[in-house]
């Protein structure tokens, strides 16, 4: 089989090798799962995708399984219980980007029914369009962020190596 460069001589239980296979570049269809992968991406932000992925179970546990309509109630207690939390990134900013974001997103489904169709309504546009869209409506998010973020749910070509299997699966 062949595989992307960065992962093919990886064991198949390396965490990077498992993202490979079975989550990045695949489209997903439930909103808390999509907004739980911002959350990761903007996390990322400045530090290896390594730390995210040891600390995604962590993740998922202090921020309600990524149900935005729980974390956009967070307070400053809350806030504080999460600054306090070693098993994910404790930066208050990207923390309070999360409860904003949570907030932008909850008025998303509002108006479109839910945020993949939000996501699926922009139709093909450009990353640089996505970047501006992206910046209107959530904070911490840059080119690298929405890029990632796009391509991981497969929104955004570029997931895989063109001779990667999952590349096969993927693209239509």
């Known amino acids: 089989m062949s595989y992307c460069n960065y992962c093919k001589n990886l064991p198949t239980d390396n965490i990077h090798r498992i993202y490979h296979d079975q989550f990045y570049g695949v489209e997903l269809t439930d909103d808390f799962e999509l907004f739980g992968r911002l959350i990761l991406e903007i996390n990322q932000a400045g530090l290896s995708w390594d730390t995210i992925l040891k600390k995604q179970t962590f993740f998922f546990e202090a921020f309600d399984s990524y149900d935005f309509y729980k974390i956009a109630k967070y307070d400053e207690l809350k806030i504080e219980s999460l600054l306090e939390n070693k098993g994910i990134i404790r930066n208050k900013l990207k923390i309070k980007a999360v409860i904003y974001n949570a907030n932008k997103v909850i008025e998303i489904v509002e108006e479109n029914g839910s ?15 996505w970047v501006k869209l992206f910046k209107k409506n959530f904070k911490f998010v840059g080119k690298e962020i929405v890029n990632e973020f796009l391509m991981s749910i497969n929104l955004l070509p570029g997931a895989h190596d063109i001779d990667c299997e999952k590349y096969k699966k993927i693209v239509p």
């Open 115 to 129: 945020f993949l169709n939000w996501l699926k309504l922009q139709g093909e546009i450009t990353l640089d369009e």
